[in-house]
């Protein structure tokens, strides 16, 4: 993945509802190559701040990858939500503002499978960037569900039944309304989703709608390879620092610290790591266990995702097949997804002389 940012112009702000607005980006033929994206990954955007100089912030994006249309995150206000509330009220077309590189794995392996898509509130717009994607490039049937709290509240209405009117055999959208029907209770998500059991799901909202759609398609025994979600918090670092340059500094402390860590846990010689990335799989015999595994794999040319090195997002999440690994931080991950053996590789280092992890789950 590109550690290096970038400024890009804002072509366009589009209000999508009272408290969310879509932010165009333009993208240069020289950056280009840069900014090639997935369904259902985001951009870092770097939002001015007095108190720390910047804020940084994942939004997802909006637009498809393969529609032509300008590169596209929806931002939806939150309460004190600084960043939010800045990049509504301030951001205009001819500003500019720095960003990093698409990153996460929120997105279909395979565009031709059936999709079951679950979306609450701003969680639309990765939904909506898969959805698009998929009807004008994938043969599957697609499904959503879109929980909102009123019909002012739902994000791309329009667009929702532009694509539903022009796709009626593969495409059909359910809107949950809380203003008229309540909130969407585990047994409700439950009885429409085992509609659609051999779908691939796909879910972004609020906590407490994950953990209902999860424990839902937990109790329909949808296989963990077919249950994805995504998770956003406000990240603490700086992800826009030279990160060539803090690579540096910590291998340095890292070699100085060498013998300065006789209490750590040893493993009896070098770990061997296989690794599914990006359709491929990777087999090492070399890993000194030191590092973690988003560093390791690194210093091998893999393009292993990752976005604030900090535990704090889960651009970086793989799933551990075999073997132990040991997070030193996770503001992320609950306890559902570490059952599932979901961990951080910007955090992980092995516990066991043999690891097999994915990425592609």
């Not at 997105?107 to 898509?117: R, V």
């Not at 340059?245 to 340095?252: G, H, I, S």
């Not at 961990?343 to 990425?359: D, F, N, V």
């Amino acid at each position: 993945m590109d550690t290096e940012s970038f400024v890009l112009p804002v072509l366009g702000v589009v209000e999508e509802t009272a408290d969310a607005c879509s932010v165009q980006l333009g993208v240069t033929p020289e950056v280009e190559a840069h900014f090639t994206y997935r369904p259902g990954q985001f951009l870092t955007l770097a939002v001015p701040s007095e108190e720390t100089g910047l804020a940084a912030r994942c939004y997802s994006l909006s637009s498809s990858p393969v529609d032509g249309g300008p590169l596209t995150v929806t931002v939806k206000r939150t309460v004190d939500g600084y960043a939010s509330n800045w990049i509504c009220d301030n951001l205009k077309a001819g500003d500019s503002i720095r960003v990093l590189p698409p990153s996460g794995i929120f997105s279909p392996a395979d565009l031709d499978h059936d999709l079951l898509l679950f979306a609450g509130g701003s969680g639309v717009t990765p939904i909506i960037s898969i959805a698009r994607t998929a009807l004008a490039r994938g043969k599957g049937k697609i499904v959503v569900f879109y929980a909102n709290r009123d019909e002012s509240s739902v994000i791309f209405a329009n667009e929702w039944a532009r694509l539903s009117a022009e796709h009626p055999d593969r495409l059909v959208v359910v809107h949950w309304l809380e203003s008229v029907q309540g909130l969407p209770s585990q047994d409700q998500l439950k009885s429409f989703a085992s509609h659609f059991a051999s779908y691939d799901s796909f879910c972004c909202g609020p906590a407490p709608f994950m953990k209902s759609v999860s424990l839902a398609l937990r109790e329909l025994e949808f296989p963990r390879e077919r249950r994805h979600q995504e998770k956003f918090v406000s990240l603490g670092g700086n992800p826009f620092g030279d990160v060539a340059e803090l690579q540096k500094a910590e291998a340095t402390l890292a070699d100085a610290d060498d013998h300065e860590d006789d209490d750590a846990p040893a493993l009896a010689g070098p770990v061997r790591l296989e690794v599914e990335l990006d359709g491929s799989t990777y087999e090492y015999d070399d890993w000194s266990g030191r590092e973690t595994i988003l560093e390791f794999l690194e210093s091998k040319g893999l393009d292993a995702p990752f976005s604030c090195r900090e535990g704090n997002c889960s651009a970086c999440a793989c799933m551990v097949l075999e073997g132990e690994v040991k997070m030193a931080h996770n503001e992320v991950l609950d306890e559902m997804d570490l059952a599932d053996g979901i961990r951080l590789g910007c955090q992980s280092t092995p516990l066991t002389e043999k690891l097999r992890i994915t990425y592609n789950g």
